[in-house]
């Protein structure tokens, strides 16, 4: 009995051929100084000077027991007290992380959400945080953790959304952020800190992101492409109206269930 041998198989890729290499594609981003951040850093600053200045003249820092979250008095009609507590701080060294961390994860973030969508995520994160901070928390607080939270937030959402064009790095900087809010919140479980405000602040600066953050795609003829964003302006309005609306609502039922004694 014969039999014929199989034939050899060639090897893979065959030795005339070279594998693929990667190909590199020039890839532009706009470019956007991050002003309403230093706006912000400079506003804060400013404030917390009057604080200090108002504590050496007079011995108690009125700029504070006007802005801070006081549970009773926004019941009985302050309600600007939802909003002030982010630029209002309690000592040098509070200020101090906060401005840090918001020069941090700033510029970043106004880079790739624009001027305008950047300070309207600082104010609904800050407001979200003391809005979830009035509900289930009867503790005074201030600082601007609640809108750094909502930082935190808006760039986990970023990373996730847009994961499939940033890659590995959009994997890593998910990781990095929210081992960075886990940590804070392990923290913030201690006495005197305001986890209330870092949850709502998480979760307002979260929702807004996710429908109103930037959607990336490529645009252009290879190699020369550039980033744009999906996301439209209308989008943009709707999310921010959505966001506000939603927890200006839980405030107003907490507000009438509490001042109905119920």
Not at 141 to 161: D, K, N, P, R
Request: no cysteine; proline share 7%; glycine share 12%.
């Amino acid at each position: 009995m014969s039999f014929n041998p199989p034939p050899e198989v060639p090897p893979y890729p065959p030795e005339n051929q070279t594998e693929p290499q990667p190909v590199v594609a020039q890839v532009s981003y706009p470019q956007v100084k991050p002003i309403v951040t230093y706006l912000i850093m400079g506003f804060t600053i400013f404030v917390f000077l009057l604080q200090y200045g108002s504590q050496m003249i007079y011995g108690d820092d009125l700029i504070a027991n006007l802005g801070m979250k006081a549970n009773q008095e926004i019941i009985q009609g302050q309600l600007w007290r939802l909003f002030t507590p982010m630029f209002l701080h309690g000592s040098l060294l509070h200020i101090g992380f906060n401005m840090y961390a918001l020069y941090l994860f700033g510029p970043s973030l106004e880079g790739r959400f624009g001027h305008f969508r950047f300070l309207t995520l600082y104010l609904l994160g800050g407001f979200a945080g003391n809005v979830v901070s009035f509900i289930f928390s009867p503790a005074y607080s201030l600082g601007s953790s609640t809108a750094i939270f909502g930082l935190l937030g808006a760039e986990m959402v970023f990373s996730y959304q847009n994961k499939k064009l940033l890659g590995n790095r959009a994997r890593r900087v998910l990781t990095n952020v929210i081992v960075i809010a886990g940590i804070n919140l392990i923290i913030g479980l201690s006495p005197g800190i305001d986890n209330w405000g870092h949850i709502g602040g998480l979760i307002g600066g979260s929702l807004f992101a996710w429908y109103a953050g930037p959607l990336l795609k490529l645009e252009g003829v290879f190699p020369n492409l550039t980033i744009m964003d999906e996301r439209e302006p209308r989008q943009v309005f709707t999310a921010a109206l959505g966001v506000g609306a939603l927890f200006a609502l839980l405030a107003g039922l907490f507000i009438f269930i509490k001042s109905r004694g119920i």
